[in-house]
């Protein structure tokens, strides 16, 4: 039986390393203003793409600038990028795509990033974890640049919306999604439980399909993560109910 865990930044880790990013994803979906279905300007965060590229659309420069547009506008964007994503994303107002791009510095751990909901990881570490089997890693190029002159060589991985939550940890009265823009008004449940048949049974990480900031590895992933000494991610076991 698989066991599914919620990874978070080890804070205490963090601190013994002095590895530090400012970066930003190369392109993304404008958020949505006033949608004409739920009256309500929005934005999502945590679906990235670091492995879809725009660079050959002849649109991309319409993706550089974060900011909200009227629903006809985020529609016509999205068309654009559809074909460019894996099949089946949803593709939410605010979804980004492509490297980060910006400056780094210091000495970084195996794994980081986790506070913004990426996930970079340092090569010695992915390489280690491909050689164990781990399923669904997409280790992506960044675009940060480095000020020392050996800088390390750090990868994103790709992780795609998979797996819903229960329907016993969400509020009794939860409205709908907006049938225009598919906005759920829904607050992350501090008691999250997974729904059991909704999960992968393919891969040993990925994203909350109905909350992309929540970040999901199976035991196989945990396991890899601490034979292998990889430090930077904190664990915590998520119940799963069917
Ligand atoms: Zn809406």
Redesign the pocket.
């Known amino acids: 039986m698989t066991r599914f865990f919620d990874l978070r930044p080890d804070k205490v880790v963090r601190n013994s390393f002095t590895g530090d990013f400012d970066a930003a994803p190369k392109w993304g979906l404008p958020g949505?203003k006033d949608?004409?279905?739920?009256?309500?300007t929005w934005s999502t965060w945590g679906d990235h793409y670091p492995a879809v590229d725009l660079s050959n659309l002849p649109e991309r420069a319409e993706f550089e600038e974060p900011r909200p547009e009227p629903f006809h506008e985020f529609a016509r964007l999205r068309e654009l990028v559809r074909p460019l994503a894996p099949p089946g994303s949803e593709l939410a107002p605010g979804t980004t795509f492509g490297p980060l791009v910006g400056r780094a510095s210091g000495q970084f751990a195996p794994f980081s990033g986790l506070e913004s909901c990426w996930m970079l990881v340092r090569r010695d570490a992915f390489d280690s974890l491909q050689a164990a089997g781990i399923r669904g890693l997409l280790g992506c190029k960044t675009e940060l640049r480095f000020r020392q002159k050996t800088p390390p060589e750090i990868l994103e991985l790709q992780l795609e919306p998979r797996g819903r939550m229960h329907r016993d940890c969400l509020p009794p009265d939860l409205a709908p999604p907006?049938p225009?823009?598919?906005?759920v008004g829904l607050r992350l449940p501090e008691d999250l439980i997974l729904g059991g048949a909704s999960l992968p049974t393919d891969l040993d990480l990925f994203r909350l399909g109905d909350y992309g900031t929540v970040l999901i590895g199976t035991d196989r992933f945990k396991d890899a993560v601490e034979k292998g000494g990889w430090t930077g991610i904190s664990f915590r076991e998520l119940p799963v109910r069917s």
């Open positions: 949505i949608c004409p279905g739920c009256g309500v907006c225009t823009c598919g906005r």
